[in-house]
T-cell receptor
Framework: AQSVTQLDSHVSVSEGTPVLLRCNYSSSYSPSLFWYVQHPNKGLQLLLKYTSAATLVKGINGFEAEFKKSETSFHLTKPSAHMSDAAEYFCVVIWGFNKFYFGSGTKLNVKP | DSGVTQTPKHLITATGQRVTLRCSPRSGDLSVYWYQQSLDQGLQFLIQYYNGEERAKGNILERFSAQQFPDLHSELNLSSLELGDSALYFC????????????????FGEGSRLTVL
C-alpha cells in the first residue's frame, strides 16, 4: 500500500538555525510530491512541489526539498529559521488517478 | 489568496442538526475536494468531485453528503450532527485533465470551522 510518513510530529528550532522536516513515502514508482504549510486558523498553502524534473526543488520563503529515490525521502529544509516559519507542515504525495495522501503533519516551533 | 472561497467561516450548532458548507473553487478548476481536519484525526480526505461527478471517496460518513453544481461550486451537507463532527472543514480545488485525473497541486480555502454543542 502507498503511504507517506512524517517522522517528527513536533520540531523546535531557534531563530536563525537550520530547519529539517522529514518525510518518507512508500511507492513502487515515482510519485508527485508536495510540501504544504498551514499557519494557525488558515488553509494549507503550497510551499513546493516535485514532479520528476530536478531532484532539488526550491519553494517559497527560502524552503527547499530534495527528492531521494533510493531513500524514498523528500525532506524539507531551510538554512535559517524565521519566527514567521512557525506553522504546521504537511508532506503530500499523489499516486495514481486522484489519490492525494497527506502525512500526519509536523508542527514547527521557532524560538527567539 | 488561493482563489478558493468557503462559507461560512464559523458555524456553531447543536447535536442532531444539519448544516451545509459551501465552496467556490478557483476559476477554471473543475475538481473539488473536501477534507476534515480535527485534532485527533488530523487531515482526512472526504470526497472529490470532477465537473459535477463524484470521482473519489474517502472517509466520509453516511450522514455526510456532497454535490457539485453546474457552476462548479460545491456543497457539503452534514446531518444528524454529533459532538465528534466538530472540526475544520476544508475545500480544495485543482486543475484536472479531461479524464478527471489530477495534474497539479491543490489550492485550499481557509476552511469552515464547525462547532457542535
Amino acid at each position: 500500500a502507498q503511504s507517506v510518513t512524517q517522522l517528527d510530529s513536533h520540531v523546535s528550532v531557534s531563530e536563525g538555525t537550520p530547519v529539517l522536516l522529514r518525510c518518507n513515502y512508500s511507492s513502487s514508482y515515482s510519485p508527485s510530491l508536495f510540501w504544504y504549510v498551514q499557519h494557525p486558523n488558515k488553509g494549507l498553502q503550497l510551499l513546493l512541489k516535485y514532479t520528476s524534473a530536478a531532484t532539488l526543488v526550491k519553494g517559497i520563503n527560502g524552503f527547499e526539498a530534495e527528492f531521494k529515490k533510493s531513500e524514498t525521502s523528500f525532506h524539507l529544509t531551510k538554512p535559517s529559521a524565521h519566527m514567521s516559519d512557525a506553522a504546521e507542515y504537511f508532506c503530500v504525495v499523489i499516486w495514481g488517478f486522484n489519490k492525494f495522501y497527506f502525512g500526519s503533519g509536523t508542527k514547527l516551533n521557532v524560538k527567539p | 489568496d488561493s482563489g478558493v472561497t468557503q462559507t461560512p467561516k464559523h458555524l456553531i450548532t447543536a447535536t442532531g442538526q444539519r448544516v451545509t458548507l459551501r465552496c467556490s473553487p478557483r476559476s477554471g478548476d473543475l475538481s473539488v475536494y473536501w477534507y476534515q481536519q480535527s485534532l485527533d484525526q488530523g487531515l482526512q480526505f472526504l470526497i472529490q468531485y470532477y465537473n459535477g461527478e463524484e470521482r473519489a471517496k474517502g472517509n466520509i460518513l453516511e450522514r455526510f453528503s456532497a454535490q457539485q453544481f453546474p457552476d462548479l461550486h460545491s456543497e457539503l451537507n452534514l446531518s444528524s450532527l454529533e459532538l465528534g463532527d466538530s472540526a475544520l472543514y476544508f475545500c480544495a480545488s485543482s486543475v484536472a485533465a479531461v479524464t478527471g485525473a489530477v495534474t497539479g497541486e491543490l489550492f485550499f480555502g481557509e476552511g469552515s470551522r464547525l462547532t457542535v454543542l
